[in-house]
């Protein structure tokens, strides 16, 4: 059973479409980060939330972290091309031990 | 280059076989990682090492599975005995600090194939 539940697993749009991915759970986290991961590649980092309630922009990606701490949201508006890769949510519940949902896979197709 | 590196990039050995995985990190970065990424699982905590503390082992699957850190920078991850089901992609990430809020840095992984 994953810590994290990531949703959905696939996501294909059109360019400029616009998009959600969620990152839920039932543990309360301190902090949850969000990475892009592309073939042949490492995650990356986005963002790191911290704060309940918080909100993130970064260009045109939104991140959100709920009220209570246990679950984000990734919202991506007009979507391009290079926004296709894998995006994971990872939080450490009660140690510095991140774990990762199992990804959410996005293909933006011109 | 700058960021952390990782060798070889993939490789395929005999079930029964030894491999070791290397890692490079980002110069001066004291907490070092090692993860497990299996198709549609996302990734697996493995070990750390932090300074000259003990290693986190916890994350381990199992005891053909052990890793070492020298001198505080290189480690190698080795797997002894490989089985079919340690085929996976194996990342290595490095950071200044160890805490959940400091962004690490990932390797681009070595895919082992056990045949």
């Known amino acids: 059973t994953q810590l994290l539940e990531q949703s959905p697993q696939f996501l294909s749009i059109q360019e400029g479409e616009n998009l959600t991915v969620y990152c839920n759970s039932s543990s309360v986290f301190s902090s949850l980060q969000w990475y892009r991961q592309e073939p042949g590649e490492g995650p990356v980092l986005l963002v790191t939330?911290?704060?309940?309630?918080e909100v993130k922009k970064l260009k045109r990606l939104t991140f959100q972290f709920g009220d209570a701490r246990k679950d984000s949201s990734l919202h991506i508006t007009a979507a391009q091309p290079g926004d296709t890769g894998l995006y994971l949510c990872?939080?450490?519940?009660?140690?510095?031990?991140?774990?990762f949902g199992a990804g959410t896979t996005v293909t933006v197709r011109a | 280059g700058a960021g952390v590196s990782q060798s070889p990039s993939n490789k395929v050995t005999e079930k029964g076989k030894d491999v070791e995985l290397r890692c490079d990190p980002i110069s001066g970065h004291t907490a070092l990682y090692w993860y497990r990424q299996s198709l549609g699982q996302g990734l697996e905590f493995l070990i750390y090492?932090?300074?000259?503390?003990?290693?986190?082992k916890s994350g381990l699957p199992s005891d053909r599975f052990s890793a070492e850190r020298t001198g505080g920078s290189v480690s190698t991850l080795t797997i002894q005995r490989t089985q079919q089901e340690d085929s996976a992609v194996y990342l290595c990430a490095s950071s200044l600090v160890l805490g959940p809020t400091y962004e690490q840095y990932f390797g681009p992984g070595t895919r082992l194939t056990v045949t």
């Open positions: 090492f932090q300074g000259n503390s003990a290693p986190d």
């Open positions: 990872a939080g450490a519940p009660d140690d510095y031990k991140l774990s």
């Open positions: 939330v911290v704060t309940g309630g």
